[in-house]
């Protein structure tokens, strides 16, 4: 049974996480179905796809960012969305505090922009940030 299977590599790997004799017992109709009941994750292309793995405290973590069509039907979204109770507060969080730190970034961006083109919205006030980043540029470049 497994031999047949080697040569597909969906099967290979389903075959190398369950035990062998386990493998063995199962028959070419069951192999097909299993195959099928899981062709929908294998091979699914995301329009975003975005993952990366960073070091953090000794240990590593990933960050995986995927945005694409929803091809989900409703039952499984609601089924999905029950599953994630916990998680929805988490991600909330999470999400509050990246477009905190884009929409500081933006501004930032804006603020250096604004003093780069010499406009100047309140006379006499200055935070001084466009020479400091003038200077540490004139110094990079010398």
């Known amino acids: 049974m ?3 299977a ?3 590599p969906f099967l290979e790997r389903f075959f ?3 035990p062998r004799e386990m493998a063995e017992s199962f ?3 069951q192999l097909l179905a299993v195959k099928q009941a899981f062709a929908d994750q294998v091979g699914r292309v995301h329009s975003v796809d975005f993952r990366v793995s960073v070091p953090l405290l000794f240990r590593r973590y990933y960050v995986v960012f995927i945005a694409g069509p929803e091809r989900r039907d409703r039952a499984r979204r609601q ?3 029950g599953a994630r109770r916990a998680g929805r507060r988490t991600n909330f969080v999470f ?3 990246l477009a905190s730190v884009g929409l500081c970034s933006l501004l930032g961006v804006l603020y250096l922009l604004k003093s780069a083109l010499g406009i100047n919205l309140l006379p006499d006030i200055s935070l001084g940030l466009w020479r400091q980043v003038a200077e540490q540029f004139g110094l990079m470049f010398r």
Do not use: A, G, L
């Open 2 to 4: 497994i031999m047949r």
């Open 95 to 97: 999400m509050m505090i």
């Open 27 to 29: 028959s070419d109709d």
């Open 16 to 18: 190398s996480r369950i």
């Open 79 to 81: 089924r999905d969305k």
């Open 6 to 8: 080697m040569h597909d």
